[in-house]
């Protein structure tokens, strides 16, 4: 199973803040983003307000799409229903708000899956949604450009990670040719790929990046026949570090000074969650958190504890998670274990707020806000 280098991908957008709800009568065009991944299909939509833009609704349920393909390389019935009837919830939401402009994508499920051209077709007939399967190199880039804010000043070499579903995008970045004040917007102005042409500005360099195609459901189902849960979540970890191996800078040794991972996916979010304690998932403590390995790794070592019972009482876990925790935290263990850092950052954004941010840009419609 080796890791996908697709040579390009579409477009895509600067990075974004997604501050709280406002009210839909604001002025401004309203704009919407879909990711319909593995496990989740999750929506937003928003106005532009400056540089930035505000939510005005959203929508995030687990379809669990990818289950099963593993096995049978194809779509379930069940799985597409459960998806289609999301998707229905998602285009009354669009219909409400009378939204002309967005971008609906479909990611790792059904890149994969024998029937995922015909289960678009489908989606489109019975929901009138056009979704676009996008490569894996769009993918990578919306997750690092919505990353961007969360990068410091003082980061030379970047680590951008999302955990999905059913892949794990890794993108090194160096930025050490780039002056402090300017490289976050530098991360930013990649809106047209890893190589953005040139426009007589400093230009973050992408060292390597590459799509694994393991991702929290996949790795799961690759050991669902080994029983001990401390085994299991060993042999989880090992194996997606072996598929890191051509990842130019798995063999260089990283000092800290200088060095962020910056992870998003609903694995981080979840650990950040469980080592605040919070009860009530609250975003506006969680993104942007930093953490350190040492306590990434005592989160992890309580969900060994704790066993697949103690973590399906976990509130911190919650239901919609705590089947895929553990193959999450062993994509994390391995990425700490080859990369430790003091630096790591939870980003509780991704691919929707990138492809809010793409259409924007494009219509001209945000400010160049400076930091």
Not at 10 to 19: F, I, L, M, T, Y
Not at 232 to 245: G, H, P, Q, T
Not at 300 to 329: F, V
Request: charge should be positive.
């Amino acid at each position: 199973m080796a890791p996908k280098r697709p040579g390009s991908a579409g477009a895509v957008p600067k990075a974004v803040e997604s501050p709280a709800l406002i009210p839909p009568g604001s002025t401004g065009p309203l704009y919407a983003a879909l990711d319909l991944g593995t496990n989740s299909c999750r929506m937003l939509i928003a106005r532009p307000d400056g540089g930035q833009f505000k939510v005005v609704d959203s929508f995030s349920k687990s379809v669990q799409l990818g289950a099963g393909l593993e096995k049978s390389g194809r779509l379930s019935r069940s799985s597409i229903y459960r998806t289609i009837q999301a998707l229905r919830v998602c285009q009354q939401k669009l219909k409400r708000h009378k939204v002309k402009r967005m971008r609906l994508v479909a990611t790792e499920a059904c890149r994969r899956a024998r029937n995922g051209r015909d289960f678009m077709a489908r989606v489109k007939r019975e929901t009138g949604l056009n979704l676009d399967i996008i490569e894996p190199q769009e993918e990578a880039q919306l997750a690092v450009v919505s990353c961007a804010p969360l990068v410091s000043r003082d980061t030379d070499q970047l680590l951008v990670v999302d955990i999905g579903g059913g892949s794990t995008e890794l993108v090194w970045i160096d930025l050490r040719d780039v002056p402090k004040p300017e490289r976050r917007r530098a991360i930013m102005r990649m809106h047209s790929g890893f190589h953005c042409p040139e426009t007589g500005r400093p230009a973050a360099k992408v060292v390597d990046w590459i799509s694994v195609p393991l991702g929290v459901a996949t790795l799961r189902d690759q050991f669902r026949d080994v029983e001990d849960d401390s085994a299991r979540f060993a042999l989880m970890s090992w194996f997606f570090e072996e598929n890191l191996a051509e990842f130019a800078p798995y063999k260089d040794e990283q000092v800290r000074e200088g060095f962020q991972i910056v992870g998003t996916s609903g694995t981080v979010t979840t650990v950040a969650a469980s080592h605040l304690g919070l009860k009530r998932y609250d975003r506006n403590k969680v993104d942007g958190l930093r953490m350190t390995s040492d306590e990434i790794d005592k989160v992890i070592r309580g969900y060994l504890t704790l066993g697949p019972e103690g973590r399906r009482r976990d509130p911190r876990i919650g239901l919609d998670r705590q089947a895929l925790i553990m193959s999450g935290a062993a994509i994390l263990q391995a990425l700490l274990r080859c990369w430790p850092t003091d630096r790591l950052s939870v980003a509780d954004r991704g691919l929707r707020e990138g492809m809010l941010y793409a259409q924007m840009a494009k219509d001209g419609v945000l400010k160049d806000e400076r930091d």
